[in-house]
């Protein structure tokens, strides 16, 4: 699978994950990523949505560094979500 990710050494910085159940008719994204503000913090965006509708956003902000998207892709992955 191809993975939505630009790094730095070691570090992910963009996660691009789908959930899909035909059987509960379920078709979901989840789009993880980790930018620099202009103030120099730190700020974790996400959006999710079913597929093919416009998605919600939540924009986090972190006076260091945000929560390691390694921890976010394990629980994602828990939770039935596969890379896109």
């Not at 699978?1 to 379920?26: I, S, W």
């Not at 956003?57 to 039935?80: F, I, M, N, P, Q």
């Amino acid at each position: 699978m191809d993975v939505a990710r630009e790094t730095t050494p070691g570090k992910l910085q963009m996660l691009v994950l789908e959930r899909r159940d035909e059987a509960c008719n379920m078709a979901r994204f989840y789009v993880l990523a980790i930018e620099p503000t202009l103030f120099g913090d730190t700020a974790l965006i996400r959006e999710w949505a079913r597929i093919g509708v416009n998605g919600r956003r939540r924009l986090d902000l972190h006076a260091g560094h945000a929560e390691s998207l390694d921890v976010w892709l394990t629980r994602k992955l828990a939770r039935g979500y596969r890379l896109r």
